[in-house]
Structure formats: structure tokens, C-alpha cells
């Protein structure tokens, strides 16, 4: 009974790496009550004498003058206030420090960065934290909560009372160690670990070399390079006592804090750029072998063969400028073909995800005394705010919030809110009967919020609503997010909706009709020449039905076809028929039965969800990352999985078919977008829109809008369980 807490602090400490262990050894030490026990424990927590004098990093020093000030002040950012407790070390181009979120008692990385003082004027410095809070997050552009090993920051804070301050919010596994700092303290890594440790590495840059980002702003970017990989951008984590390579310290963000004599740079994912980050993993691999940084470890082991000859001459080969790997995950599939990798188990990536899950332990017994309870209490109070290892992305990777009741410190009062008029979302807020009979999206968020009330009113386009929010005339929008934002807007994304192009479906006439005919798809191009076209009623090389051309009223799915397919559309000049969405479908049935007369029209795919007299063909062209098609997508899948057809009568299978939640996911379909809230980055401003999102984000909220006709940002129809979950639990 006597050694529990000898167990205790042993079982802490040797969850961490060696020089963090040292670090807090030597903390721990200060503290008189603790001293002897820590003594007791020295031989076993150090049994290697090179760790004893192995030198206590930065994190046990006194910070740098510069840095003090910092020390105990508050910062507060759009998601949460964070106190900086202490200083760690300087990295990067910032300085860099644990704190604590006070919303959430959570452990925090914060990193200061300063604009060199007199080096810009107010505007250049003012323009650099601008593009700080833009680039300073890494989401995917598709809404996505993927997880890969990179520090993915919570918040980029511009300081409002200086132009020259920004800070990066961070998960505490930033406090983690970089590689220069563990190999200094610790031995090489044994083969096969260094085996698995590159495979985790390419692994990563092949997954940010190959999505699409969002910024801050709204702008997509495609591919994301880390522009400075080496031992001091990349941290050791331990977790589940397994190590995990983490990626740090972007460039995009890391740069703007440079002298203004260094230019910034905008690098793009090409041949160059991969093979220049493909050259450091191969660096870092012979670093991790090596159990030292610097160009010792390069020399040595690329000339000759150590215990892993296979490995190392993977790694030469990576190593050439003109290696024969054109991108990492040519690499990464090259490193898993290695003979003799293991003996008699094939290579497993571990789950950092799964690993970070506490393991069962032993109970304490149930006699414990009151002065070890003490002792317990105050070792857990005083390594609380330092512990390293907390999953970065363990809070983006969590169950979906379930219920609009669940979502906490939501703005009361009356707001104002914005959508196009006549649009997607406008027709989403008509919608009755969702989920439950009488219920629609806004009463929902009544009864579930009901001290918060919002106005809607409508705008007359997507760039009058962003205005109006700019302007502050309302508290956010709603709208399809197309390109990119001003800097001081933020958008978080909702569902998405994409436009339908869509011919009569007769199934009585169908081997007559255009989808027949078209065989069921149109390419973007053809779309444009019927568009174009200054003959009344045009014809399509693949059909002889003359067509008649339609639009909807709908300003939004006009100010997205005009974007996306032709603009501007000269509605007098190519005498398209213009009318409200049922009325053109309408019109296009009665049209081809009475006239035999070929029409298409187009209009947002919300609202033509569960009509079955026009059939929306599949579109080929660039999709949304510009990405040219060898095939046409359509956007309906009946529920085994298989597209629409021109056979397949839509009016006598109502019910099932779906929206193919994947193609507007990944962009696939070549005319779909996302709907995004839409909202200032002031932080002055109530935060009424990052809650919306978050309201309109759950799973019920994502069920709701799928019932209305929206896509949702999840295939809700796969996942029977939370169905029901939802079905029981709507208020």
C-alpha cells in the first residue's frame, strides 16, 4: 500500500518520451514532498547513463526576455479565451508556449509571432495578419473531418490592439518534441520502426499534396505543400506507446513573419515542389537511422550499407533530385514492396486515432489513504496543463453532435440573417414536414433554442448578401459558396446543393425522348452551345429534336450557371423561356406530349428532388477542382448503388433513389457547390453565425436539410442507426 504512489509517478512519467520524462522529473523534483520518492524512482526511469546528462531542453529554462511579458496574459480568439502559462521554446519564427482554454480546461499549444518591429509600415503589417488568420488553418475543402498527422491549428488570432502580434492556437500535441530535439536525448530508431515512421511521413504529404483546402476566406487550394520539411518541422508524439510523426509549422503561415527582405513565396504542388519534400523525408529517414541531425548522418549512411540495406537504398533512391517516385505515394507503395520488411508479419500502420484510447487499467485498492489520495490529487493538478500527448484531431474526429438541444452557449435575442431570394436556402426554410409532420427546418431551431429568434430577409444576389454581412446590416448568410470571400468573411459549410440540367422524361414515350436519345448525359460544352446559341430552337448533333431552352426565375441558379457553364446569358437575345422551377418542369413535359418537341432547362438540384417528369442528365466536363472528366457523373444513385438510367421509371420507383452524397463530396459532379453560413471574422461581433453553423452541423440539423432536398455533408442514408437515434429524439 505504502508504494502507490511510487506506481503512480512511475506509470506517468515513462508514458513520455526521455527528455520530456527529464523535464518533469526535474519539475517535480522542486517540490520537497515529492523529492524522495522521484529518487527512488531516478534508476528506473534512467537507466541509460547518456539520459542523465542529457541536457534539459527549453522547456525548463527561464524564457527570454522578450517572451515574459506574455506570460499570465489572456487570449482571445472567435472559439475560445486561452491563458499562456508557460514558456517552452523558441520554433519557427515564433515563440512558443502551454497554455490553457478556459472554456474548456483543455491543455493548448500558443505560438507568439511578432512582425519584426519597424519593418513594415501599419498597412504592409496589417495586410500580413490578414493573410495570417486566412492561411493559418488547415480544413479541407470539402467539409470533411479526415484525420492525418499534421498539427492542425484551432484558431489564427490577428492581436487588435497591434499590428505587429498574430497567434496560433494549437493542440497540446504541438508541445510535443520536434525530431532534432528527441534524437538529441535519445538513441537511433531501430529499422523497422524507422520503416514505419517514413511510411507514416509519406503518408502525410501524399494526403496534403493531394486535397483541396479551404481557407479562411472560402478559397479553395489545391494541394497544400509544407514548404519546409526537416527534424525541426516534424514532432515525435507518443501515444499508446507507439511513436507518431506529426508535421508543423507551415510555411504558408510561418513565412509572413520573415523579414520583408525574404519574398513570400506561393509554391504549388508540381513535379519540383514533391520531389523537394520527397528529398527531406528521405533526410529524416536517414536522421531517424542515424540517431542524429546534420550532415554527419547523410554522408555516412548514403555511402555505405548499415542494418537495413534495403531500406537505405530506398531511401538514396528517394534522395535523387530525379528520383524515379513521381509523387509520395508512388513512395509510399515502393517502401511497403521492400523484401525482408518484417520477417513474418506484414507492415501495419498504426492508428493514432485508435491508439490515443485509454487502456484498461488496474484498479486501485479499495483501502488507498487519505494521504495518498492527497498526493494523487496534487501530482494530477500539477502536470494537468503539461501533458503533450492529447490527440490533435481527437475533437474533430468525435461522433457528430446528435440534436439541436445538445448545442451549448448559443447567442439568445432576435438576429437577422440573409439568403438569396428565391434560392436554395429560401426554398429549404418553405420546406413542411420534416423528419415529422408539421415540422420544418426554422421551428425545429425554435423549440430546440427557443430564446433565440431569427429573421430572414432575403437579398437579391450572392454578392448583395455577402455585402449586406460585411456591411453589418445582418449577422450572417446563407448562400453557395462559388469563389472566394473578402478577407474578413468566414465561411463554414452546411450541405450542398449543385444545378440539375434537365430534359421531359416520358416513361410511356421514353425511346423518343432526350434522355434516350442523349443516352442520359450532356457535356458541359454542349450545355454551353445550346446556351449560346442565337437559334431559336437549336438541336444537339446527337439528337433531331428541335429544343426549347429554359430558365429558372431563380437568381442564385442563374448567378451559378453564369459562373460555372456561360456568361452572361442574354435572355432577350436567345429567347429563353423564364419561369418559376415547377412551372418550366411543367412546361417541358406538356411541351414534348403535345408537340413532340425536344426542351432543357436548369435549376438548383434542391428543387427538383423527388420530381419525376424531368430526368436530370449526367454531366461531363472539368469538375470542381478543374480536373478534366473521361466520364459523365449523375447525380442520382438508386439505393444499391447504381446510377439512374433513361430505364428507370423514377415515378414508379419513388423512394428509392438518392442523391449520390460522394459526387458532390469530392467535387465529382461538375455543377455542385457547397451552401456555406457565411459570416464577419470580427470578433467584436456576436458570434450568432459560427453557431448556426454548428446547430445546422449535427446530425439532426443534417437530417433536417436532407429531408428538405439539400445534400447533406454525410450519406445519412447509409447510417440506419442514427436514423433512428434522430427519429426518437426531434423535439
Not at 505543400?225 to 507518431?244: A, K, T
Not at 520583408?260 to 533526410?283: C, D, G, S
Not at 442520382?636 to 459526387?663: H, M, Q, S
Amino acid at each position: 500500500m505504502t508504494k502507490i504512489p511510487q506506481i503512480l509517478l512511475k506509470a506517468y512519467l515513462r508514458r513520455n518520451p526521455v527528455h520530456l520524462r527529464l523535464n518533469q522529473f526535474n519539475f517535480l523534483s522542486r517540490y520537497s514532498w515529492l523529492k524522495n520518492i522521484l529518487e527512488e524512482l531516478r534508476p528506473e526511469l534512467f537507466p541509460d547513463k547518456t539520459v542523465a546528462e542529457a541536457p534539459v531542453l527549453t522547456a525548463s529554462l527561464e524564457p527570454p526576455e522578450s517572451a515574459v511579458h506574455f506570460i499570465g496574459q489572456t487570449v482571445r480568439g472567435q472559439l475560445g479565451s486561452y491563458i499562456v502559462e508557460r514558456w517552452q521554446e523558441a520554433r519557427g519564427r515564433g515563440q512558443l508556449f502551454e497554455g490553457v482554454c478556459l472554456e474548456s480546461g483543455e491543455a493548448v499549444s500558443i505560438k507568439e509571432f511578432l512582425l519584426a518591429p519597424g519593418a513594415f509600415n501599419s498597412r504592409e503589417a496589417q495586410g500580413r495578419q490578414n493573410r495570417f488568420t486566412n492561411v493559418g488553418l488547415l480544413r479541407l475543402a470539402d467539409g470533411r473531418q479526415s484525420h492525418f498527422r499534421a498539427i492542425r491549428p484551432i484558431e489564427a488570432i490577428a492581436d487588435s490592439s497591434s499590428d505587429q502580434r498574430c497567434y496560433l492556437i494549437a493542440p497540446a500535441t504541438d508541445l510535443s518534441p520536434t525530431l532534432r530535439a528527441y534524437l538529441a536525448t535519445a538513441a537511433a530508431v531501430p529499422p523497422v520502426q524507422a520503416r514505419r515512421l517514413i511510411a507514416q511521413l509519406l503518408q502525410t504529404i501524399d494526403f496534403l499534396h493531394s486535397q483541396s483546402f479551404s481557407l479562411a476566406n472560402g478559397q479553395s487550394q489545391a494541394g497544400l505543400l509544407h514548404g519546409h520539411l526537416g527534424p525541426d518541422s516534424v514532432l515525435w508524439s507518443e501515444q499508446g506507446g507507439e511513436p507518431f510523426l506529426y508535421l508543423c509549422d507551415f510555411q504558408q503561415w510561418e513565412q509572413l513573419f520573415a523579414p520583408p527582405a525574404i519574398a513570400l513565396e506561393h509554391p504549388q504542388v508540381n513535379r519540383a515542389t514533391v520531389q523537394k519534400e520527397l528529398q527531406a523525408v528521405a533526410e529524416i529517414g536517414f536522421y531517424l537511422l542515424k540517431g542524429q541531425v546534420g550532415p554527419e548522418a547523410l554522408n555516412e549512411l548514403a555511402q555505405k550499407a548499415g542494418n537495413d540495406p534495403d531500406f537505405e537504398q530506398f531511401l538514396r533512391q528517394l534522395l535523387k533530385p530525379s528520383s524515379d517516385f513521381a509523387n509520395a505515394a508512388k513512395a509510399h507503395q515502393a517502401l511497403l514492396r521492400l523484401p525482408s520488411l518484417y520477417s513474418n508479419e506484414p507492415m501495419v500502420l498504426p492508428d493514432a486515432e485508435a491508439n490515443t484510447k485509454p487502456k484498461q487499467r488496474s484498479k486501485l485498492p479499495l483501502l488507498a489513504s487519505l494521504s495518498t489520495l492527497v498526493i494523487l490529487g496534487g501530482i494530477a493538478w500539477t502536470l494537468r496543463p503539461r501533458s503533450p500527448l492529447q490527440n490533435p484531431v481527437a475533437s474533430a474526429d468525435q461522433p457528430p453532435v446528435c440534436c439541436l438541444t445538445e448545442i451549448s452557449a448559443v447567442p439568445t435575442g432576435r438576429f437577422t440573417y440573409t439568403a438569396v431570394d428565391q434560392g436554395s436556402w429560401q426554398f429549404v426554410m418553405q420546406q413542411q414536414h420534416l423528419l415529422k409532420r408539421g415540422q420544418s427546418l426554422s421551428n425545429a431551431i425554435s423549440l430546440a433554442q427557443p430564446d433565440v429568434e431569427l429573421n430572414y430577409q432575403p437579398s437579391s444576389s450572392i454578392s448583395a448578401a455577402l455585402k449586406r454581412v460585411e456591411q453589418g446590416d445582418v449577422d450572417f448568410a446563407v448562400v453557395p459558396l462559388l469563389a472566394s470571400l473578402p478577407v474578413n468573411l468566414i465561411a463554414q459549410p452546411l450541405a450542398y446543393d449543385g444545378l440539375a440540367v434537365v430534359v421531359p422524361f416520358s416513361y410511356a414515350e421514353r425511346k423518343k425522348g432526350l434522355p434516350t436519345t442523349l443516352k442520359g448525359q450532356i457535356s458541359l460544352q454542349e450545355v454551353e452551345a445550346l446556351y449560346s446559341s442565337s437559334q431559336r430552337e437549336p438541336k444537339l448533333p446527337r439528337s433531331s429534336l428541335p429544343i426549347e431552352r429554359f430558365a429558372p426565375i431563380n437568381a442564385e441558379a442563374i448567378e451559378v450557371f453564369e459562373q460555372q457553364v456561360i456568361a452572361p446569358l442574354d435572355f432577350n437575345e436567345l429567347g429563353l423561356a423564364q419561369a418559376p422551377t415547377l412551372t418550366m418542369l411543367r412546361s417541358l413535359i406538356n411541351r414534348f406530349e403535345a408537340d413532340r418537341l425536344g426542351g432543357i432547362g436548369f435549376t438548383s438540384f434542391s428543387q427538383i428532388r423527388g420530381q419525376c417528369s424531368v430526368y436530370p442528365l449526367a454531366i461531363q466536363g472539368p469538375n470542381r477542382q478543374g480536373q478534366a472528366q473521361r466520364h459523365a457523373v449523375q447525380p442520382l444513385i438508386l439505393t444499391n448503388g447504381e446510377d439512374i438510367t433513361p430505364e428507370t421509371d423514377l415515378c414508379d420507383r419513388k423512394g428509392n433513389y438518392k442523391p449520390n452524397v460522394a459526387v458532390f463530396q469530392n467535387g465529382d459532379y461538375p455543377l455542385s457547390y457547397p451552401i456555406a453560413v457565411v459570416y464577419a471574422s470580427d470578433n467584436r461581433r456576436i458570434p450568432i453565425g459560427r453557431k448556426f453553423a454548428e446547430l445546422i452541423q449535427t446530425t439532426e440539423g443534417q437530417r433536417l436539410l436532407s429531408d428538405a432536398g439539400l445534400v447533406p455533408l454525410e450519406d445519412f442514408w447509409t447510417r440506419s442507426q442514427a436514423s433512428a437515434s434522430i427519429t426518437s429524439s426531434s423535439p
